[in-house]
């Protein structure tokens, strides 16, 4: 009987030990999964400061007027709140989501993606877009306009595109056929305003892809 009670009591602490480590672990590979939240990017907690960054790649991206202004710039933590905020803008343009599409645009940029989606519910049409897959999201480059930081995001992705008709019909495009997209987003901030979200300020029209259903409007010619 003494002997049940040790073998009981060594699974016990066997079981909590196992929970402690692998109870803790979230994510891919066991790494913790950092959540972004693109509707507030490029903002930080109240309790959180990040330190100024010390990467060669801040002066070869352009981006040391935008550590100056703002010394806790991060390019890790940038380029996690693009890489959301890709898939989001282009699930909201393709819903239709106006409110959404405010929370992450320039008014200027919302203007234009206002217009397309009116266009497209005019000629009773529905856009269907699916990212297969986000290939790459890099800083081409950055500058500084006064107090106004602009940083280029090189986005390479495998995704489809169409437009389809009320009957479900395809208008424009297929949405069964991946297609290669490069592209390049302009994010926009006032780094010495109250706002700290990065905002989608243009879009310059994709290289080399054969997508006749433009999944993010262009902004620029």
Known sequence: MFD?????????????????ILGKQTGFGGVPEEKVDPTKFGMEGPKTKLEPETNPDIDRLGLSGITRLDPSFSIAHFINGATAA??????????GDRDLLKTL??????????????AREAADQTQVTDLGRLRKASIKGARTENSVGFIQVLYEADLTSALMDSDGAVVMGDPDVLSSVSEVWEYKRDLKGSDMNWRLAAVEPSEGDTLEADPS???TV
């Open 4 to 20: 049940v009670m040790i073998y009981a009591a060594l699974a016990t602490i066997v079981v909590v030990v196992f929970y402690s």
């Open 86 to 95: 890709y898939s989001m803008i282009l699930e909201a343009y393709a819903s």
């Open 105 to 118: 645009l320039t008014t200027d940029t919302y203007a234009i993606y206002d217009q397309a989606i009116t």
């Open 217 to 219: 409007p262009d902004t």
